[in-house]
Nanobody, 116 residues
């Protein structure tokens, strides 16, 4: 079973930076050939894809709204989201996501608030 535990959220002023981490508690074989990603959700809305990375290919994909500002990366079982030049519209709960052929799993989320 895969468990996803996010950390690193908080409050920051516009223009600031934050790095989110997601510990993927799973065996190496369970993380092979899947897609890991970050989504974000604001109240009353469905989760929005922010960035994803394929564990086999390393292929990354970004939402247009974060291209050039955010960077997704992975170091073994830790998934990162480096967020720079943050804007107020980036305020949301950020969720770690695991997607395989068999299942989709979510972490509990971490709040990011961008405000002056």
């Amino acid at each position: 079973q895969v468990q996803l535990v996010e950390s690193g959220g908080g409050s920051v002023q516009p223009g600031g930076s934050l790095t989110l981490s997601c510990a993927c508690v799973a065996s190496r074989s369970m993380l092979a050939g899947v897609v890991l990603g970050w989504y974000r959700q604001i109240p009353g809305k469905q989760p929005e894809m922010v960035a994803t990375i394929g564990t086999a290919t390393g292929f990354t994909k970004y939402a247009d709204s974060v291209k050039g500002r955010f960077r997704i990366s992975r170091d073994n079982n830790i998934l990162y989201l480096q967020m720079n030049s943050l804007k107020s519209e980036d305020t949301a709960v950020y969720l770690c996501n695991f997607r395989s052929a068999r299942e989709t799993l979510w972490g509990q989320g971490t709040q990011v608030t961008v405000s002056s």
